[in-house]
């Protein structure tokens, strides 16, 4: 079981580079231009107040806060959307290609021949893609708190690891959805890339503009995004909705991954 894990990370030491490289570029990039951005604060926070209320939230998650506050700038141009975005592009793209790739490069079989269960492999790619995950956020998470401290970006070191935290789990979470479908059944592997982006982006944009109609704020709750909060995480806060969706994310992708994987056909 160790052996494919580090196996798979070594076959995606490329992927693990460019995408840390990729993240820690977005971090940087965002964070270095905060004291410039910080000392036109009036002229900047009229700007925002005059665009429509679809795009303000689009990028604040419909919280009323002053984007050049430290809690303001980090939730909006960080938090809410660039870095989750990034993430969960990369969660979603491990899920769907952990067991898919060989399954279509027909190497899934001799992984099973040797004297491992389904259970075991299972467990192991799903370690693989978590493990690749959190080297990733660990680097995102460092790179933030240094250059948090070097801008003056005056927020508490614990609540920015909580940020990243959350940012983490929540991204893995639709990676889990993708890895589940991929394993359950080979006509659900079709459907895991689509499904885990429609559940991501989709409740993105439906919780982001909920607050622009009433017709859109139900449908809106159902949906994973809508208890993600950064804002509230950078003093804080934690929304139980976003606990209770993680942990039963998280087992309902052992549940029916397991179940379904054990006893499926592989192409």
Do not use: C
Request: glycine share 6%.
């Amino acid at each position: 079981m160790i052996s494919i894990i580090t196996w798979e990370i070594k076959q995606r030491k490329n992927y693990l580079f460019w995408w840390a490289l990729s993240i820690v570029s977005i971090i940087a990039t965002l964070l270095l231009v905060y004291p410039s951005i910080h000392s036109q604060a009036d002229q900047l926070n009229k700007v925002l107040n005059q665009l429509p209320a679809a795009l303000r939230d689009l990028k604040t998650g419909g919280n009323q806060v002053d984007i050049t506050s430290p809690v303001g700038y980090l939730n909006s141009q960080l938090f809410y959307a660039t870095l989750p975005f990034m993430q969960i592009i990369m969660a979603i793209g491990l899920g769907s290609s952990l067991l898919a790739r060989d399954e279509q490069n027909h190497t899934l079989e001799l992984l099973l021949a040797r004297p491992i269960s389904r259970g075991k492999l299972l467990a192991a790619k799903a370690l693989s893609g978590l493990s690749l995950m959190l080297i990733v956020s660990v680097i995102g998470a460092i790179t933030t708190i240094i250059l948090a401290k070097l801008v003056n970006l005056q927020i508490a070191t614990v609540y920015i690891l909580a940020a990243s935290l959350y940012t983490m789990l929540f991204s893995i979470s639709f990676g889990a959805i993708a890895f589940t479908l991929s394993a359950a059944s080979n006509s659900t592997r079709r459907a895991s890339m689509g499904v885990a982006v429609a559940l991501s982006f989709g409740g993105y944009l439906l919780a982001s503009l909920s607050g622009m109609s009433h017709y859109i704020e139900t449908p809106a709750k159902l949906l994973p995004y809508h208890y993600f909060n950064p804002a509230q995480i950078l003093v804080g806060h934690v929304a139980v909705g976003l606990n209770v969706y993680l942990l039963t994310t998280a087992f309902a992708a052992v549940l029916i991954s397991w179940l379904g994987f054990r006893r499926r056909d592989i192409n």
